[in-house]
């Protein structure tokens, strides 16, 4: 799993409405539509009721664990889990998908199943108020947020995809290195009078009107640096670097950056291959995917449109 898996999960409790809300978003963003408990039975050729029933609880919820493996992967899709997704609470911690919980009340969900056959878990009325309270608290703290199913499909499907469109950004750190907090100051006929905070203004503004969000840093630190790109791991799409001084020598830079599965552009204001010999050196650019020189801050900016016409489509 990686950042650029761009999924909407849905949990919630049986007949909360999860199945006909995801096929309504899915048909909204043009995404495909998964249900685990359907994609159980193409696979096995039974329902998750009749797998509980002859092989026993336990072994449906593998089962089950093995499929939402597969499903939470899918990018550009909407999937559906089964009520019981609060038994794979380590799965959808560690996922990367948008998770919405979506609530019904009570007695809406029990006159909804009560006519059901097939449901081994929810016989009851019993059934289904003691795996409502035990469950309801865990599908909140597994969401993202919440959403009430107040039975009109398509406002729910809207309200969804409004409240998830921030955690589908993609997101790109930006990570300068030692000095470059002295911009404006240091050097100005090298690097220019303009500031970083100035720099951040126009990579905020850019990446911005590209729908993609960005998280600034910069440290005068290796170690913090090294910490940054580690940190970019599954959390970040893309990577613009200016790792300053560091990229003429250090090694740690550059491990961290073949660590991460992130694709990497390196950008120097200056044009490091026309000054210094110590500079025409980079032992960071291997890692990455590009190395822009010598185009002030306008650099950053190519490397933002570099990411998005190759990694964020
Ligand atoms: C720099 C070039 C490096 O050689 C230098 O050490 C820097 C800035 C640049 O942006 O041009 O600090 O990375």
Redesign the pocket.
């Known amino acids: 799993m990686n950042a650029n898996t761009r999924n909407i999960v849905l949990i919630g409790m049986p007949a909360s409405g999860k199945t006909s809300i995801g096929r309504e978003i899915a048909n909204k963003m043009n995404w495909d539509f998964y249900d685990s408990d359907e994609e159980i039975k193409k696979e096995r050729g039974v329902t998750p009721g009749e797998i509980i029933s002859t092989e026993g609880e336990e072994a449906f919820r593998k089962i089950e664990k093995e499929m939402y493996k597969k499903l939470l992967i899918i990018p550009n899709s909407v999937i559906s889990l089964g009520g019981g997704s609060v038994h794979h609470c380590e799965l959808l911690k560690e996922c990367n998908s948008v998770i919405c919980y979506i609530k019904r009340p009570f007695l809406h969900i029990y006159n909804s199943l009560k006519d059901e056959d097939n449901r081994p878990l929810c016989k009851t009325m019993e059934d289904v108020r003691r795996l409502y309270m035990t469950r309801k608290h865990l599908y909140k703290e597994l969401s993202h947020f919440s959403v009430f199913n107040n039975t009109d499909i398509e406002k729910c499907a809207d309200e969804i995809i409004r409240m998830a469109r921030p955690h589908l950004q993609f997101r790109i750190a930006i990570i300068d290195g030692?000095?470059?907090n002295m911009l404006g100051i240091r050097e100005p006929e090298i690097?220019g009078g303009e500031t970083l905070e100035d720099r951040r203004k126009l990579t905020e503004e850019y990446a911005g009107s590209k729908g993609i969000a960005v998280t600034e840093f910069q440290s005068n630190y290796e170690g913090a640096i090294v910490s940054r790109i580690q940190n970019a791991h599954f959390k970040c799409d893309g990577i613009v670097i200016?790792p300053?001084?560091l990229?003429?020598y250090s090694y740690a830079v550059l491990d961290a950056l073949k660590a991460v599965s992130v694709p990497a552009v390196e950008v120097?204001?200056?044009d490091?291959d026309t000054r210094e010999e110590f500079?025409k050196i980079s032992v960071t650019a291997p890692a990455c995917k590009k190395q822009i020189v010598g185009k002030g801050f306008e650099g950053y900016v190519e490397a933002i449109q570099y990411l998005i016409d190759n990694y964020m489509e």
């Open positions: 030692p000095n470059l690097y200016n300053a001084a990229t003429h120097h204001i200056s490091i500079r």
